[in-house]
C-alpha cells in the first residue's frame, strides 16, 4: 500500500463480508456502542492546529472528519430507522464532500461529538432489537434496489468508525 493510500484508508479499504454472523454483529454493536467515547477522546487529545489540519494532501481536515462522522452516522441512523419500518423505503444519497464544506464543519467539534454521542446511543438500542438482518431492503438512486442489506450496512459502519478513528489518530 503506498503512503497515500495509506493515509486516506489507514485501515484498509472496506471489504464487505460474504457471510455474517450473529458473533459478528454482536462485536460490531459493542463497538458502535463504545465508539462515541473513543472518538471523543480521540478528537479532545488533538490540539486547534491538528484538527485543522488535512489528514493527507487533498483531504479533510481533522475538524471535518469529526463533523463528517456525525453527518454521516445521522443518516445512517434514519436510514435504518426507514428501512425497519417501511417496505424498501428509497434511500436518500447526500454528497459528503460538499457537506464537509458547509460553513459548519469549521465549527468547534464538541457540537458533533454530542451528536454522535446521542445518536448512537438511540442506534445501538435499535440495533441490539433488530431479530431479522436478512430480510430487508432498499432502494438507493445510484445503486437500484439492495436486498439484505442491515448486516451488511452495519459491517460498513463498523468499517467507517474505525477508519475516521484513524484519521484523528494520524494527525498525532
Do not use: C
Request: net charge negative; glycine share 4%; charged share 25%.
Amino acid at each position: 500500500m503506498s503512503d497515500l493510500t495509506s493515509l486516506q484508508y489507514p485501515i484498509g479499504k472496506f471489504a464487505k463480508p460474504e457471510t455474517v454472523t450473529s458473533a459478528m454483529i454482536e462485536e460490531w454493536i459493542d463497538y458502535l456502542a463504545g465508539f462515541p467515547q473513543l472518538f471523543r477522546a480521540t478528537a479532545e487529545s488533538l490540539s486547534e492546529t491538528q484538527l485543522d489540519t488535512p489528514y493527507r494532501p487533498d483531504g479533510w481536515t481533522g475538524r471535518q472528519v469529526v463533523h463528517h462522522v456525525a453527518d454521516s452516522h445521522m443518516n445512517a441512523y434514519i436510514r435504518f430507522k426507514l428501512v425497519l419500518t417501511e417496505n424498501y423505503p428509497t434511500i436518500k444519497p447526500y454528497m459528503e464532500d460538499r457537506w464537509a464544506k458547509l460553513p459548519d464543519s469549521k465549527l468547534p467539534i464538541e457540537s458533533s461529538l454530542r451528536i454522535l454521542e446521542s445518536v448512537h446511543e438511540r442506534w445501538v438500542v435499535i440495533l441490539r432489537d433488530i431479530k431479522d438482518w436478512e430480510n430487508q431492503g432498499y432502494y438507493h438512486p445510484e445503486f437500484g434496489t439492495v436486498k439484505n442489506p442491515l448486516s451488511k450496512v452495519l459491517a460498513l459502519y463498523h468499517w467507517h468508525s474505525r477508519h475516521h478513528l484513524g484519521h484523528l489518530e494520524s494527525l498525532k
